[in-house]
């Protein structure tokens, strides 16, 4: 349940993101245009860093929450 909640959240996400970047893309040119092309690629660009980064700062944040766990437990 808790698998299709994520799922249908990040197919809302991505078809918001594409509307936007139609949206935003468009004022530099139409559709078939290249500037559009240029536009919607940078766009795509720039959320794939993003994430990559976001990705990045998850697994620093496990990483920290996991220090210290290895040793001897006292219990």
């Known amino acids: 349940c808790a ?7 990040a197919t809302e996400e991505a ?4 509307s936007e970047d139609d949206a ?11 500037a559009y092309e ?5 766009r795509a ?4 860093q993003a994430a990559a980064m976001q990705e990045q700062r998850r697994r620093d944040f496990d990483r920290t ?3 210290g766990t290895d040793a001897q437990s006292n219990f």
């Open 24 to 34: 935003t893309c468009q004022k530099r040119g139409t559709p078939d245009s290249e």
């Open 45 to 48: 660009d720039a959320r794939a």
């Open 15 to 18: 078809a918001l993101a594409d």
């Open 65 to 67: 929450l996991g220090a």
């Open 38 to 42: 240029i536009c919607r690629q940078q």
């Open 3 to 9: 698998t299709q909640d994520r799922a249908a959240r």
